[in-house]
């Protein structure tokens, strides 16, 4: 959607929480959950009801290798969004499979940039939103930073893969006329996972292709900047923007996320910590010592087991930072008296965007934990995101 005060901005919450792995269930998810997300948003004031409203479109490769092998589900696609006055402008590619109902831990990072079906898939997000895309000729695909960590990627191929992309990306561009960007999106325990990490990546990714195509991957490989990942980093986000932009690393997306974060030495928050351990998602865990260094746990029992075998881990520790993607509205007081909101580094970007409306024109709402959250932080899933348009659209308004 567009915002008066931001006329520049496409403003979505990203479908990727709603469980659909084929493009039947996909557009049956945007019927039943977006269209009554969009009518909320009529009827508290923040959409016109005559207004295009954008959606943040997840296809899973299955849902992708159906709309191309029948081009008459995209025509149809294309005739539902005209009815119901909706457009996309970004396709969350980073989750390749399944998402959501069974356990996806690391394996959400497979297949990485070493595998040839992870371009297959992104080319054909690319060439859908092409086919697809109104009302915006910038257009976006998010997808994961390279690869994980302990997974020892083949950077070399990876680096021609995206060369490959990009060239591709270039023709589409020739041919529909639009702008292509690629987000690729730091996490913890990434290939690439913090401000210092991206820029040495982008250094060396740039440094393997050839004079005559830097400017061509200058435009169309960039950053997919998530709140809630920075923040788990204990990055200050004014200077990552700063440092992003003196290298000329393009923002393509920014997605709207907030973590939990806690002072371990509280019994009470340990304890109302294990309420959020689930086994479908991985909820790295970075721990910031006395003297400032970082400790990484690649999941919420790694981290319980850690302090169960060392107690002295705990007295070392000065905050814990937790991947759970928890509503970017709720405020630390409505957590609990123990449990807080890495809310401030997401505040600061929207101080970022009033000092800069121009600073990415993709904004995308990324909560997608609705099904795992405790009990306390649930209510229907259209009232929660429509609650979190209202509290962002009121920070990026102040």
């Not at 959400?108 to 080319?123: E, G, I």
């Not at 970082?294 to 007295?315: C, N």
Request: hydrophobic share 35%; charged share 20%; aromatic share 10%.
């Amino acid at each position: 959607m567009k915002l008066s005060s931001y006329p520049q901005l496409d403003l979505a919450y990203c479908t990727n929480c709603h469980p659909a792995e084929n493009w039947i269930d996909t557009l049956h998810a945007l019927e039943v959950h977006t269209l009554k997300v969009k009518q909320l948003l009529i009827e508290q004031g923040s959409l016109k009801a005559d207004a295009p409203y954008a959606i943040g479109l997840r296809l899973s490769s299955q849902s992708a290798q159906d709309l191309t092998d029948q081009p008459e589900l995209i025509n149809q696609f294309k005739k539902w969004l005209q009815q119901n006055n909706c457009y996309v402008f970004t396709i969350n590619g980073f989750p390749y499979g399944e998402f959501h109902n069974t356990s996806v831990k690391e394996q959400v990072y497979r297949p990485d940039w070493s595998a040839p079906q992870r371009l297959t898939y992104t080319k054909q997000l690319f060439k859908i939103l092409c086919e697809i895309h109104s009302h915006s000729n910038s257009l976006s695909v998010s997808t994961l930073p390279l690869s994980f960590k302990s997974f020892n990627v083949d950077e070399s191929f990876a680096f021609s893969q995206l060369l490959e992309l990009s060239l591709y990306m270039e023709e589409l561009m020739l041919n529909y006329d639009v702008d292509l960007h690629l987000g690729l999106e730091p996490e913890p325990l990434g290939h690439f996972e913090n401000t210092q990490e991206t820029l040495d990546f982008f250094r060396r990714f740039r440094a393997s292709c050839p004079a005559e195509h830097q400017a061509l991957i200058q435009k169309t490989i960039g950053l997919n900047l998530d709140t809630c990942h920075f923040a788990l980093e204990y990055e200050d986000c004014n200077e990552s923007l700063a440092l992003f932009a003196k290298h000329d690393i393009r923002i393509s997306k920014v997605h709207a996320s907030c973590a939990l974060k806690l002072n371990p030495n509280k019994p009470e928050a340990l304890h109302k910590l294990k309420e959020f351990v689930e086994p479908t998602y991985l909820h790295q865990v970075l721990i910031q010592t006395l003297d400032g260094s970082i400790i990484r746990y690649s999941d919420l029992p790694a981290a319980f087991s850690a302090i169960e075998e060392d107690a002295s881990l705990l007295r070392q520790s000065q905050e814990w930072r937790v991947h759970f993607h928890i509503p970017i509205g709720v405020a630390s007081t409505e957590l609990s008296c123990s449990l807080q909101s890495t809310q401030d580094f997401l505040i600061d970007i929207c101080k970022a965007y009033q000092a800069n409306p121009n600073l990415c024109p993709h904004l995308e709402i990324e909560t997608y934990t609705w099904g795992v959250l405790p009990t306390e932080l649930k209510q229907p899933i259209e009232l929660q995101i429509r609650d979190e348009y209202q509290w962002l659209i009121n920070e990026l308004n102040k």
